[in-house]
């Protein structure tokens, strides 16, 4: 692994399954492939991240200059709220970070979570709607357990 800084920048060139990545690191334990966009929203984007070089998390790249205050506020609520939970049907807040943009001198708040693959429940939810299916009362007490 090699490391570069140039205006506040840090890109970290990477060797990960024989090809080489470059990684954007956040701080000394986060980083994230800005080439690996896991989904897009109003605020911002989700992308595959790394912990300490070997865990995989979801770094969601909020957009300050985007947000309202009180959008802001919401959200900053939500990250406290997230904090305080801890439930196997819910996506563990690991960090967040709110850090300034080195070409802007604006903070950006970045929100990292436990990586979650194979979809989120709307698409679930969705899937079974499209084909006439239901849940059982199992299944969703599962969902609430």
């Given at each position: ?130 084909t006439d299916r239901r849940f059982s009362e ?8």
């Open positions: 692994m090699r490391l570069n800084k140039a205006n506040d920048i840090r890109i970290i060139h990477m060797e990960l399954e024989g090809s080489a990545a470059l990684l954007v690191q956040l701080d000394e334990e986060f980083c994230y492939d800005p080439n690996k966009v896991l989904g897009k929203g109003g605020f911002g984007c989700v992308y595959a991240g790394l912990k300490n070089s070997r865990y995989p998390v979801s770094v969601k790249h909020i957009l300050k200059s985007v947000v309202s205050l009180k959008e802001l506020q919401q959200l900053k609520r939500e990250i406290e709220t997230m904090r305080r939970i801890d439930h196997k049907n819910v996506l563990k807040l690991i960090h967040h970070l709110d850090i300034p943009n080195p070409t802007t001198g604006r903070k950006e708040l970045y929100v990292i979570t436990e990586l979650c693959t194979g979809g989120n429940l709307a698409e679930l939810i969705e899937s079974y709607r499209s199992l299944t969703v007490l599962r969902f609430l357990e």
